[in-house]
């Protein structure tokens, strides 16, 4: 099962894959958009960075649900 989670990034709200934790700040990931980003600090003010257009897109297409606790 893939799991995804969306993660501030290079000045976006991307969607990244694996769990939430997976990235600490400055960590580079390939986004489900299938940029290259550097993961930034949540503690920023990065959580009111918008989110990635193509992520969104791509999202729909995976089971974002999975990243929820149950
Ligand atoms: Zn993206």
Redesign the pocket.
């Known amino acids: 099962m893939s799991v995804y989670h969306w993660q501030p990034?290079s000045r976006?709200?991307?969607?990244l894959p694996g769990p939430r934790g997976t990235y600490k700040t400055g960590d580079k990931a390939t986004?489900?958009?299938?940029?290259l980003?550097e993961v930034a600090d949540t503690a920023t003010m990065a959580r009111f960075w918008a989110?990635?257009?193509?992520?969104?897109e791509?999202a729909k297409q995976v089971d974002m649900s999975a990243t929820r606790p149950r």
């Not at 976006?12 to 969607?15: A, E, F, I």
């Not at 989110?51 to 969104?56: F, L, T």
């Open positions: 990034a976006q709200r991307h969607v986004a489900l958009c299938e940029e980003v989110s990635c257009e193509k992520c969104w791509a």
